[in-house]
């Protein structure tokens, strides 16, 4: 599944219909506080797999990572598949969280996602942590602006995101070096 070559990608008509793939699917959807439009974010995401060394089919994934969770599940996934091939649905799914299990805490359910990441291909990770890149640093800036109150928009308030977010750094840490996990450390230290 990896790129061969990705110093010399080319962007086609592939990754042109998965732009326009993603804007439909998330155009009424907004980042928190902000309204930004949602495909700032996915957008953000795709950009940083490029800059990092991704191949043409992890722009894509890049682009189409949260599709599954928040726009149709199996059913966009199969669309996925049909329209941008099997390794670019293998990628989403990688990417994509598991249903929450009744009885299972909000935690427990976000250990058994960072196991699942940990098991991943290095394309799937790489576009994990780009999103979770892209994610802290809007987070960041959240809070230069609205302060200690953009906790309560999220989950697992201040201190599981915290606590999540350190996940993240120990996961990438551990599978890998480069760029984006020094810059998600920065941004880690920055939060707490």
Not at 11 to 33: D, N
Request: aromatic residues 8%.
């Amino acid at each position: 599944m990896s790129c061969l070559d990705s110093s010399g990608v080319v962007l086609g008509a592939r990754f042109e219909a998965a732009l326009v793939y993603a804007v439909q699917l998330h155009r009424h959807q907004r980042r928190k506080l902000t309204g930004v439009p949602y495909m700032a974010h996915l957008m953000a995401v795709a950009a940083l797999v490029l800059e990092d060394g991704g191949c043409e089919d992890e722009a894509i994934a890049a682009l189409l990572h949260d599709a599954v969770e928040d726009q149709g599940g199996a059913a966009t996934l199969g669309v996925i598949g049909e329209r941008f091939g099997s390794v670019v649905a293998e990628l989403v799914l990688g990417c994509t969280q598991p249903n929450a299990i009744a009885g299972l805490g909000w935690r427990d359910q976000k250990r058994l996602y960072l196991e699942q990441i940990r098991a991943a291909t290095p394309e799937v990770q790489r576009i994990v942590l780009a999103d979770k890149l892209h994610n802290g640093r809007s987070l960041l800036g959240l809070l230069r602006v609205y302060g200690d109150g953009v906790w309560g928009y999220f989950s697992g308030g201040r201190e599981g995101t915290l606590w999540l977010y350190g996940g993240y750094v120990e996961l990438f840490g551990a599978v890998g070096s480069g760029w984006m996990v020094d810059e998600l450390k920065r941004v880690i230290v920055k939060l707490d």
